[in-house]
């Protein structure tokens, strides 16, 4: 695709974030991000003098519509460069699509891996700047015996194959594997609490996604069980499920990410307060709103060089760029298309806010295929910075 024909007009991208259905509640958050870049950059006076101007449609966390809306903003409406999807399942239903057109997806979700794209830069964490990270603190911390519970689609299913080896690789064991729909509601929950009370794993292992993550932890909570004995651990419930679970019952729990809203630094300081003063002082930023936000501050810094939205162009001119983004500094890996990030390991404290327990030193680079990796190279790199 290329728009260069007129100098005037705005650069035109399309976003993709659910505004309803069951994971409304943390894509909302991804477009939050997206559009406040989108507007820092337009205020700023654009990028080589143009503004970025966004075609976004609600694909309704559906992945046949994610699939057909990427279809509508490539053949339709003449754009190239596609922000959005959090769900693995609906970016699998925009890939064929992108690589077919040759557009270009920018994805700011942790998912699975095993996926290399060349019409997609990644952006979230793979699972080695994630689930080695949470499974080496979990095994250290509570112990080897996980129970699983999950939504019942691609992401749940495979990361569950990766920390069913990461535990193994500790001597541990996996007492339990289920899985509930993505609309599950408290009822779905009530067998899987009864088995976990049973079996009385170290740790349960969390991907239920969405708006089913609340239901989860408050029928724990209501279940009694004590998350310093036994926490859930999880990957995708951030700051914004929390704000469905409440603070209370979501004490306690563990999430492994590379970006918490509670970290101190400037650069985040910065993006947090600008983010709630565009959006209201209630909202909270979140490992996937941050990924959403800076990725469209590395496509404007990509198009900047190539002057041109031609995806091979601007594909170039991604790879090996950096961006002082609010986790740390971030590079496009040229090997891969994911992205070097920071990982960390949280524990909810106070006012549902994360308190880091641990994280790494360095920008971890992305291996989506796990190749080499081992729990043993995360340890070996890793700050252990507070005792349980
Ligand atoms: C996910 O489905 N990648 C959270």
């Not at 899985?179 to 009530?190: C, E, I, P, Q």
């Not at 239901?215 to 929390?242: C, K, N, V, W």
């Not at 190749?371 to 507070?386: F, G, M, N, P």
Request: aromatic letters at 10%; glycine letters at 8%.
């Amino acid at each position: 695709m290329d728009n260069t024909a007129s100098t005037e007009a705005p650069w035109r991208v399309g976003i993709l974030f659910s505004q309803t259905g069951v994971t409304a509640g943390i894509e909302r958050t991804q477009m939050q991000g997206t559009l406040l870049a989108i507007e820092e950059i337009n205020a700023a006076g654009g990028v080589l003098g143009r503004e970025i101007e966004a075609v976004a449609y609600d694909p309704a966390s559906d992945s046949a519509q994610f699939g057909a809306f990427a279809e509508r903003l490539l053949a339709e409406d003449r754009v190239g460069v596609i922000f959005g999807c959090y769900m693995s399942s609906t970016r699998k239903a925009v890939l064929p699509v992108v690589e077919r057109r040759n557009g270009l997806l920018l994805y700011p979700t942790l998912y699975e891996g095993f996926e290399c794209s060349r019409n997609v830069i990644y952006t979230g964490a793979a699972p080695n700047q994630n689930g080695e990270q949470l499974a080496d603190y979990l095994t250290s911390s509570y112990g080897n015996r996980f129970y699983f519970v999950g939504s019942n689609y691609i992401y749940p299913f495979e990361s569950n194959r990766i920390m069913r080896d990461l535990v193994q690789q500790r001597a541990g064991k996996v007492l339990g594997e289920r899985y509930v729909s993505l609309d599950a509601t408290r009822k779905s929950f009530a067998a899987i609490i009864r088995d976990i009370r049973r079996k009385e794993p170290d740790v349960v292992f969390s991907t239920v996604v969405g708006s089913g993550t609340a239901h989860l932890y408050q029928a724990y909570a209501d279940a009694g069980f004590d998350p310093r004995g036994m926490p859930i651990a999880s990957l995708t419930t951030s700051e914004a499920e929390i704000a469905e679970i409440g603070a209370e019952a979501a004490r306690g729990h563990v999430t492994a990410a590379p970006y918490f809203a509670s970290l101190d630094t400037p650069a985040n300081r910065r993006f947090v307060a600008a983010y709630q003063a565009r959006f209201g002082a209630d909202q909270t930023t979140n490992a996937s709103c941050e990924a959403a936000y800076f990725q469209v501050h590395l496509f404007a810094r990509a198009l900047a060089v190539a002057g041109s939205m031609d995806t091979d162009l601007l594909r170039s001119a991604m790879l090996g760029l950096e961006y002082d983004a609010p986790q740390g500094r971030v590079r496009v890996d040229p090997d891969n298309n994911h992205t070097y990030l920071w990982p960390k390991v949280g524990r909810v404290g106070e006012a549902g806010r994360f308190e880091v327990v641990a994280q790494s030193l360095i920008a971890v680079k992305p291996e989506p295929y796990l190749v080499d990796h081992s729990i043993a190279d995360w340890s070996r790199r890793q700050l252990q910075s507070a005792a349980m």
